[in-house]
Nanobody, 121 residues
Framework: ERQLVESGGGLVQAGGSLRLSCAASGFTFDGYAIGWFRQAPGKEREGVSCLDSRDGSTWHADSVKGRFTMSGDNAKKMAYLQMNSLEPEDTAVYYC??????????????RGQGTQVTVYS
């Protein structure tokens, strides 16, 4: 069974840091893109970061550029999101997701249950 499991969320003061992890099982994302997405209460889900395992290229939403960094380890089937200088506006449930279609990063095909990130001022 294909599965993604996120961890690393928590409660942090504004300006602090968290590192989220995403563990894949039942498949490998080698050759595909994997992304981080978030959804805050009353808001639509938005893409945060994507990593294309084919060449290691990354994309980050403008709202997190310079603060968040995405990385991955294909061999360990892990993806990470290092979040620095967190702001209350970053409060949301964070998901990792894959499409299993080369070049796509919408997270529609498979995603985890999510991990809560709460930033207080």
């Amino acid at each position: 069974e294909r599965q993604l499991v996120e961890s690393g969320g928590g409660l942090v003061q504004a300006g602090g840091s968290l590192r989220l992890s995403c563990a894949a099982s039942g498949f490998t994302f080698d050759g595909y893109a994997i992304g981080w997405f978030r959804q805050a209460p009353g808001k639509e889900r938005e893409g945060v970061s994507c990593l294309d395992s084919r060449d290691g290229s990354t994309w980050h939403a403008d709202s997190v550029k310079g603060r968040f960094t995405m990385s991955g380890d294909n061999a360990k089937k892990m993806a990470y999101l290092q979040m620095n200088s967190l702001e209350p506006e970053d409060t949301a449930v964070y998901y990792c997701g894959v499409d299993l279609i080369p070049g796509y990063c919408s997270g529609q095909n498979l995603r985890g249950q999510g991990t809560q990130v709460t930033v207080y001022s």
